[in-house]
């Protein structure tokens, strides 16, 4: 099992700044990527961004231009860099890493940051 631990999250009036954190430990040989997922209120969850591990990154059209994925594999934390928050963007952000571990193929799921965008 991959662990992970999100923090970051928070209140930010639209327009404003928000960094999200996510370190995954655990016996973790190879990480494929990491990404982060939202969910918002009466929506389903969808993808936000995804790295690889050598640092391919894919974005959803509605984030584009104003979010930044970035990690540290060394420290096996993946980072998402929100600017020019809107309403939209309020939601439970989930961090999400598929991996390669001492028990095989594993796919981790952080606990949930709440973002809120609101003036």
């Known amino acids: 099992q991959v662990q992970l631990v999100e923090s970051g999250g928070g209140l930010v009036q639209p327009g404003g700044s928000l960094r999200l954190s996510c370190a995954a430990s655990g016996s973790i040989f190879i990480i494929n990527a990491m990404g982060w997922y939202r969910q918002a209120p009466g929506k389903e969850r969808e993808l936000v961004a995804r790295?690889?591990?050598?640092?391919?990154?894919h974005y959803a059209d509605s984030v584009k231009g104003r979010f930044t994925i970035s990690r540290d594999n060394a420290k096996n934390t993946v980072y998402l860099q929100m600017n020019s928050l809107k309403p939209e963007d309020t939601a439970v952000y989930y961090c999400?890493?598929?991996?390669?571990?001492?028990?095989?193929?594993?796919?981790?799921w952080g606990q949930g940051t709440q973002v809120t965008v609101s003036s």
């Open positions: 790295i690889s591990s050598f640092g391919i990154s």
């Open positions: 999400n890493v598929d991996a390669l571990t001492s028990s095989g193929h594993s796919t981790g």
